[in-house]
Every structure is written in structure tokens, then in C-alpha cells.
């Protein structure tokens, strides 16, 4: 089921703002894959101008470089695929998600900010192919939000699992971490992010103690 | 002249694997670094002539990373060649010390031109260090 953009996407300026980190995040990437497709055409220039003066190029060494590209091209496909998803997830206010591609999709955008931090992200999916109907970019921007808190706590490790509680109703995304300190506006965002999860119909709850953060997303696809 | 020692520091494996083989055809020689952490490692083992570095990496960042090879050895010729290339970061490394500040991709003949005039430069700072040290004992022994 599709619905049109409705009111309550309200905080247009987080919106834009979670918009534009994971729009910087990718252009990165594609500037790293764009920067070795260059550098992997001009050793090839290279080898070819030398070969003119009677150095040879190996087979080998041909088929290694072009291996390199098709390397780099999916790779940017890869990515496109998933900028691609990332952007349509606001064209409806609601639909049916798959929770699976929907983190999947946050993962690969958020590769590269997660490693900056030197910062481990797993997902673990118990029970798979839990579709609900939510809307995509909100639950997306509230997945980010969680993320981030991590991020914020200098975490080693971040996990997030999905799963269904037994009673079927309700489905959950699990982010969890041990963290080197909770960063102090840590109350003020979650708080914020509670009433964000509200107008998506779901229940944001956390745990913490001085070393470890627990937030679950609790979303539920009756929405009325 | 000898031909110039450069390090290459930049956590993209494919890149710094490629360029290096381009730079070496250039009779460069190479040394690779994947962190801020291991280009000040090697760059306490061995003289550059210029270190090649980018802005984002994993752990120490390019502009730690450029403080501390420059509080290790104030003549270090550094140019920043990064994917990340705001004016306010550009403005930021050249401020710290950072020798030129570049985008990527680079076009290899700038990028050797630069290496070479990095490496002209160093040399100028330490034949221009040793000339005041010389002088300094000249003048301290009354000579």
C-alpha cells in the first residue's frame, strides 16, 4: 500500500541534514572508485607508451588491470543500486518496507563513516523477510539517528538485529554497543527520537549503563 | 640528483597500489602507508622527499596525521591529495603546514612536477639549516 507524502514528516531540517551525510558519505566513495578507475587507465597509458618503445606488456598484467576495473565498476554499481533505494524512500510517506534491505541499505550508505571510526557495524537477522508498512525515509533517518549515537560514544562495535517478537504483531530493530563514553545531549536525542518514532507508529526505548547502549526500535505496521 | 623518496598514505589499497606502480615507472622511489599511525612509523625510519597523503582515513585523520610528521620533522614537505576537497579543509592543511593541497584524481604529470619541486624544497630547508647551524658555531667560538 502507497501513500502520498503527508504532515507528519515534520523536522524538514533533519530531514535535509540526514539527507545531505549520507549524499557527502557516497559522493566520497564514488570519488575513491572514480580516483582508481584514473589511476588503473593511466598505468595502462603508461604500459602502452613504453610498449611503443619496445617493452612489451604482459598478458597477465593486461588482464589483472582490466579485472581491476570491472572491480571498480561494481563497486559503483553496488553503491548506485543502493543510492538509488535511498533516494526513492522518500517518494511515499508509507509503504511496504523489507526491514532486511531497509538496514542493508543503511549499512552500505554508511560504510565509509563506520570505518572512519574505526567502528565494526554486524547485522544479524534471525527471523528473515519482515515486511511492514512505514514509511521508508523516516524509519531510514530514525535507523541513521540510532547509528549515530554510536558514532557519537566512539563504539568498537555496533550491532543491529532485526527481529519479530513471538506474538507476530510487532517487529524490531535491536541497535546495541559497548561504548567509551555516552556522549552528554545522549538523553535530548533519544528523547527526540522517541517522538520521531511515535509519528511512524513505533516505540523507540533504551538502555544504558557506562559502557553499553541498547536501543530498540519497536515498529509496528498497523498504523491507525 | 638522486631520484626522490616518496611515501604514499591513503587507506584505499587499490589506489595507493596503482599510483605507486605509475610512480615508480617515473624512477620515483615508493614507500605505501594505509594509516596515519604507519606513515609516521615509516616516516621515522626514512627519509622523504615528499609524503603524498589523504585527509580521510580510518583512526588518525590526514590533518593529525600531517601535525604530527611535521612536529617530527619540521621540513617534511607534505601534499594533501584527498577525495574530500572543501575550502575550508584545503585552508585548514595549508594552515597547519601542508606544502600543496590537491583533489583527486590528480593528473600524474602535476603530481610528479609537485613531488619533484617538494623535493627541491626539502633540501633548500636543510642545506639552509645547516648554513645557520655553521654560522651559529662560528659566532658562539668567535671565529
Known amino acids: 500500500m502507497k501513500e502520498n507524502l503527508s504532515d507528519h514528516r515534520g523536522g524538514s531540517r533533519e530531514n535535509i541534514v540526514f539527507f545531505g551525510r549520507i549524499m557527502a558519505n557516497v559522493s566520497h566513495e564514488f570519488n575513491n572508485i572514480i580516483t582508481v578507475i584514473s589511476e588503473l587507465a593511466g598505468l595502462l597509458k603508461d604500459l602502452s607508451l613504453l610498449a611503443r618503445k619496445g617493452r612489451p606488456i604482459p598478458n597477465d598484467k593486461i588482464e589483472s588491470l582490466s579485472d581491476n576495473i570491472s572491480k571498480q565498476v561494481a563497486r559503483g554499481k553496488h553503491l548506485v543500486s543502493h543510492m538509488n533505494h535511498f533516494s526513492h524512500s522518500a517518494d511515499n510517506a508509507r509503504e511496504e518496507v523489507d526491514l532486511d534491505q531497509v538496514v542493508e541499505n543503511m549499512q552500505v550508505l554508511t560504510d565509509r563513516l563506520f570505518k572512519n571510526r574505526q567502528t565494526d557495524l554486524t547485522v544479524s537477522n534471525p527471523s528473515e523477510g519482515i515486511s511492514l508498512s512505514t514509511d521508508p525515509f523516516e524509519l531510514r533517518r530514525i535507523l541513521f539517528a540510532c547509528l549515530d549515537q554510536f558514532l557519537d560514544a566512539s563504539s568498537h562495535e555496533v550491532s543491529v538485529v532485526i527481529k519479530r517478537p513471538e506474538n507476530g504483531e510487532n517487529s524490531e530493530l535491536q541497535v546495541s554497543g559497548q561504548v567509551e563514553t555516552i556522549p552528554p545531549d545522549f538523553l535530548d536525542k533519544l528523547n527526540a527520537l522517541k517522538e520521531q518514532a511515535q509519528a511512524i507508529n513505533g516505540q523507540l526505548l533504551y538502555e544504558k549503563n557506562e559502557t553499553q547502549i541498547l536501543i530498540r526500535l519497536i515498529l509496528s505496521s498497523n498504523r491507525d | ?143
Open chain 2, 1 to 143: 640528483m638522486s631520484s626522490a623518496k616518496v611515501l604514499l598514505v591513503d587507506d584505499e589499497k587499490e589506489f595507493t597500489e596503482t599510483l605507486s606502480e605509475r610512480l615508480r615507472l617515473r624512477d620515483l622511489e615508493v614507500f605505501t602507508a594505509s594509516s596515519g599511525r604507519e606513515a609516521i612509523d615509516l616516516a621515522g625510519q626514512h627519509r622523504f622527499d615528499a609524503v603524498i597523503l589523504d585527509l580521510q582515513m580510518p583512526g588518525m585523520d590526514g590533518i593529525e596525521t600531517l601535525k604530527k610528521l611535521l612536529a617530527d620533522d619540521a621540513d617534511q614537505q607534505v601534499i594533501v591529495l584527498t577525495g574530500h576537497g572543501t575550502i575550508s579543509k584545503s585552508v585548514e592543511a595549508l594552515k597547519v603546514g601542508a606544502t600543496e593541497f590537491f583533489e583527486k584524481p590528480i593528473d600524474i604529470q602535476t603530481l610528479s612536477e609537485v613531488i619533484g619541486k617538494a623535493a627541491v624544497q626539502r633540501l633548500t630547508l636543510i642545506e639552509e639549516r645547516s648554513a645557520h647551524a655553521i654560522e651559529d658555531v662560528l659566532k658562539k667560538k668567535g671565529w
